[in-house]
């Protein structure tokens, strides 16, 4: 069989860059081993499966080329964004069903912004601290005063590590191995290491995202993980802002930069109860597939 499959770069930096993602309408038609398949020729970290929702807007399921996985927020900017290029998602406001539950999605233009939780931390042992800096291989004196790497949770569970200076950051050469042993001893997608030097203006930090447990040495754009980080950045390290602009990608090599848009709402007492992180996608090619 063959079909043509788009692929969408999510949270392009301008119209360049992002984090490319398949995107299959229509899905209902094939079964979890087309699909898998389907995943496994597209080859991109993750691609979006689009059918009918009896609970939401529209059913998305997110295959990798080895594995289906719970959710994937690059995956979902890019499926909602190329709903909206094409005339086929009129509302600016929208929903989607997953595997773990239904979320809200709201639009603007053609950004698409998905809901997350409000967070959950928990700080490192010093077992785990040791072990995480060994895996960056840096020191603790490489790490900015105050922000003490966490664990944070919106949905899904990043170990956030901030670096001082941007030339530690760039020059990062992680110990896969031992990064993926950490991450399945602490339940991880992945590390999240960023930085506030070295970024563009009007940008709230810049990041890397290791996760090898899940086959990706370094991932371009990251928006479940770039939600932790603004509520890190909000809890933790005191910033007073309800959003917040994260870079990523432009420290890898090759790079491919991205930028993702977090916005907190707040309880009445200053809590964060929910988020919303989003940002645009872009058609970068058609891939006909053959499976």
């Known amino acids: 069989m063959k079909i043509e499959v788009p692929i969408v770069s999510a949270f392009v930096d301008g119209d360049s860059g992002g984090n490319p993602a398949g995107v299959v309408l229509n899905a209902e038609s094939f079964s979890v081993e087309q699909k898998q398949c389907i995943a496994a020729a597209v080859g991109l970290s993750e691609t979006a499966f689009v059918s009918p929702s009896d609970s939401a807007d529209i059913k998305l399921e997110f295959f990798t080329p080895t594995q289906q996985i719970a959710h994937c927020g690059h995956a979902t900017i890019a499926a909602f964004s190329y709903l909206r290029q094409n005339g086929l998602l009129t509302s600016d406001r929208s929903s989607k069903e997953t595997i773990d539950g239904c979320r809200s999605i709201h639009m603007e233009s053609d950004a698409a912004f998905m809901e997350q939780m409000a967070p959950r931390s928990e700080p490192l ?88 447990r899940y ?70 090619e058609i891939k006909e597939i053959v499976f």
């Open 215 to 284: 086959g990706i040495r370094e991932e371009s754009a990251t928006g479940m993980a770039a939600g932790p980080l603004a509520c890190y950045l909000h809890d933790n390290l005191g910033i007073d802002k309800q959003e917040f602009a994260i870079e990523q990608g432009h420290w890898m090599s090759p790079p491919s930069p991205s930028v993702i848009t977090v916005r907190l709402a707040l309880d009445a007492d200053g809590k964060i109860k929910n988020l919303y992180a989003g940002g645009r996608g872009a058609i970068k």
């Open 125 to 212: 042992s010093d077992v785990d601290l040791r072990s995480t800096l060994l895996a960056l291989g840096i020191t603790q004196s490489d790490l900015i005063d105050g922000a003490d790497p966490k664990i944070v949770n919106t949905g899904n569970s990043f170990l956030l590590v901030g670096i001082r200076d941007v030339e530690t950051i760039m020059r990062l050469q992680p110990d896969f191995g031992l990064i993926e042993k950490i991450s399945d001893a602490l339940d991880l997608i992945g590390f999240y290491v960023f930085s506030y030097d070295g970024v563009g203006h009007g940008r709230d930090a810049g990041a890397r995202m290791f996760a090898p």
